[in-house]
């Protein structure tokens, strides 16, 4: 969720100007798409979802209605999706990113993972619980915000998350950008790991030296390599000094706890776009979520890539190929409303997981209580889609079994 405070402030004045050039699937370094996808299963949980008993939140969001909503809140929000874990028993783990968009309003937003259950059929998604994310043996060096060490918004903007074989949990910091490594629980096991050569405005560990990232840009997107070895963090603004529209994708190695030095590019079709989510398809491709910043009508690009770091063209960046176009999906059955096309028009797109070798999970991160893509003036939900390819990805079946 990046600055969405800001940006929905300025109403739909900011859409209308807003014009990123659209992508083309036959520019230099995009091989010929999949086709159109196609809906398979359509579920929802409503934008006013809050974890019961939680505590208050929102106080420094204002007292004045968005898209139909008046902060302060009574509880936390289940919203905010920037990233999905499959459990394998119909069940899934979702992680809730920083809160309410920025640093400055988002303390009183604990970081958590929810565990929650779609029902294709019934179209409705049940949350089954999750937990907070802690750091109760103080290995985060700088302060926090509550005494509890109970992680918050102001803390950390948590964007991926991935579970390694033995249950544990890496998630992907933008504020540093940090890798931050939990337990089964959401306990930080170790202090937070920068990447190297690469500072974010939040980073508190600055003392006064210029970032040379974006603020809250960094890790939006992590792959577990399939063999559970390696982790490939992907950065969602580019470092000053490369090429406009050039993002970072790193190798972490999980025995060592150090990256090793190899590094990808990925290019945006567009400088004006930014990442949702990556994941592993095999050792050498990954599934990669671009977008524009736009929503609802107003909304031009919303896709899923197959990018391959073997670069096949010799461009310098990862080859990719148009697998969905989340604008345009057939929905014959009127899955997702009327028969016909079906389109997933939200401003932040977070969340794809591999199903089965035809078959992707799409979830949005509605960014509660501001953004309003799918019906104008009313937040959005979290929805939860499955499509299915036109044809097999040829994954390594290890990421779907």
């Not at 309003?105 to 619980?129: I, Q, T, W």
């Not at 609802?296 to 960046?317: E, F, N």
């Amino acid at each position: 969720m990046k600055r969405i405070a800001i940006l929905m402030c300025a109403g739909a004045t900011a859409l209308s100007l807003a014009t990123p050039a659209a992508a083309d699937p036959g520019r230099h370094g995009t091989q010929p798409g999949f086709g159109q996808a196609t809906l398979t299963g359509f579920a929802s949980l409503p934008a006013q979802t809050f974890v019961p008993g939680s505590e208050p939140s929102g106080s420094s969001l204002g007292t004045a209605p968005v898209n139909g909503v008046t902060p302060p809140f009574p509880g936390q929000p289940v919203q905010g999706f920037s990233g999905i874990v499959r459990r394998h028993d119909g069940t899934f783990e979702v992680l809730s990113d920083n809160g309410f968009g920025a640093k400055a309003n988002s303390a009183d937003f604990l970081l958590r993972v929810h565990r929650v259950k779609p029902d294709f059929k019934a179209k409705s998604v049940e949350v089954l619980g999750g937990f907070n994310l802690t750091d109760p043996r103080g290995l985060v060096p700088f302060p926090l915000t509550r005494q509890d060490r109970t992680l918050t918004g102001a803390d950390f903007d948590v964007e991926s998350i991935v579970r390694t074989v033995d249950g544990t949990y890496w998630i992907g910091d933008e504020f540093g950008p940090f890798l931050l490594h939990f337990d089964r629980k959401g306990r930080l096991m170790e202090a937070p790991i920068e990447l190297p050569g690469v500072r974010a405005p939040e980073n508190p560990n600055l003392n006064g030296a210029q970032p040379n990232l974006g603020g809250s840009k960094g890790f939006e997107g992590m792959a577990r390599s399939v063999d559970g070895r390696r982790l490939y963090p992907l950065l969602e603004g580019t470092v000053a000094g490369d090429p406009a529209g050039t993002l970072r994708m790193n190798e972490f190695d999980l025995r060592e706890r150090a990256y090793t030095g190899r590094r990808w590019t990925y290019r945006l079709d567009s400088p004006s776009h930014a990442i949702g989510d990556a994941i592993a398809v095999d050792a050498h491709r990954f599934l990669i979520i671009e977008r524009d910043n736009l929503q609802g009508d107003a909304a031009k690009v919303k896709r899923i890539y197959l990018a391959d770091m073997r670069d096949r063209d010799g461009d310098g960046a990862l080859d990719k190929t148009l697998v969905a176009d989340l604008l345009d999906i057939a929905d014959p059955r009127g899955l997702g409303g009327a028969p016909g096309t079906f389109r997933f028009p939200f401003q932040t797109i977070e969340d794809v997981v591999i199903l089965d070798d035809r078959t992707l999970g799409v979830l949005d991160d509605n960014n509660f209580p501001f953004s309003s893509g799918r019906t104008p003036g009313k937040p959005d939900d979290n929805e939860f889609i499955t499509i299915r390819l036109t044809r097999g990805l040829q994954a390594d079946p290890r990421v779907y079994r």
